[in-house]
């Protein structure tokens, strides 16, 4: 649950996340490309039967898809959508990996911060399933400086990618 404080600070933050979701204010090539190819798709993709009418859980499928990692490691409990998505774009993927590893990060996960680091410095990439849990919020502001991060209210993305700056995007996802 979300401090007061918190709560406040984020629902003031939701006009200038919906401005920077629109693209505005985005210079990156690729950041630019991953907020509205991928974050704000409304495109339909042939997987979504299996993954479920979950937002999230389809946003998922999304990023594996596009960040194509080789691997995912699955730390915390994860919801039966959330593991189709995984599978789903693990097995779309699996011919032309584009990262080394990626990893789930939960609730109630107990995946190290060195750990994510070392992911993140390797090219990797992380996803944070729900931001609103304190757990979460704390490995997330202690690593999203190690890569282009891409931060909303519920779900952020890290991707460590060595010819992309280190920057923060504040989103709404």
Not at 17 to 34: E, Q, V
Not at 120 to 127: E, R
Request: hydrophobic letters at 45%.
């Amino acid at each position: 649950m979300m401090k007061p404080a918190a709560w406040i600070k984020a629902v003031a933050s939701i006009p200038l996340r919906a401005w920077r979701t629109r693209g505005f204010g985005i210079h990156s090539p690729f950041a630019f490309k991953f907020v509205n190819d991928v974050l704000r798709c409304r495109n339909a993709y042939y997987a979504y039967s299996t993954i479920g009418t979950s937002a999230a859980d389809r946003r998922l499928y999304r990023i594996l898809l596009h960040l194509a990692p080789s691997a995912v490691v699955r730390s915390g409990p994860l919801s039966p959508g959330q593991h189709a998505a995984i599978d789903a774009a693990l097995s779309d993927t699996a011919a032309s990996p584009q990262c080394h590893k990626a990893v789930i990060v939960s609730p109630g996960s107990i995946v190290g911060i060195a750990y994510i680091k070392r992911i993140l410095a390797d090219g990797g990439c992380a996803v944070f399933t729900d931001l609103r849990k304190p757990d979460c919020a704390e490995i997330f502001s202690q690593v999203y400086r190690c890569g282009m991060s891409f931060s909303g209210i519920r779900q952020a993305v890290i991707t460590g990618r060595p010819s992309l700056p280190h920057q923060k995007f504040d989103v709404l996802i």
